[in-house]
Nanobody
């Protein structure tokens, strides 16, 4: 069993930055992937990016590539999502999720956090 808790959401102006954290507890296997997803108002959930826990390899959605960075702190069992150059289209509830060998598809993840709201004002 894995528990995930996101934090760091809030209100930011367009062009600003925000850093989200995902604290994981429980049994984290080396083949776990931590993914970030978001769901904007009236939109379907979409993939943001992921990090492979053991090797730190990251993959990003085209919409955030070059603006968002995912990193991990193995000692603290925490994954961060650094978001720069935010625009109103980034407004969404952001979720972190964990799954063994998962990819960019939400159904591949077994555990989800409760989400944290990011609002970008124009």
């Amino acid at each position: 069993q894995v528990q995930l808790v996101e934090s760091g959401g809030g209100l930011v102006q367009a062009g600003g930055s925000l850093r989200l954290s995902c604290a994981a507890s429980g049994r984290i296997f080396s083949d776990y992937v931590i993914g970030w997803f978001r769901q904007g108002p009236g939109k379907e959930r979409e993939f943001v990016g992921l990090i492979r826990w053991s090797i730190g390899m990251t993959i990003y959605a085209d919409a955030v590539k070059g603006r968002f960075t995912i990193s991990r702190d193995n000692a603290k069992n925490t994954v961060s999502l650094q978001m720069n150059s935010l625009n109103p289209e980034d407004t969404a509830v952001y979720y972190c999720a964990a799954g063994r060998g998962a990819g960019p598809i939400g159904n591949e993840y077994d555990y989800w956090g409760q989400g944290t709201l990011v609002t970008v004002s124009s």
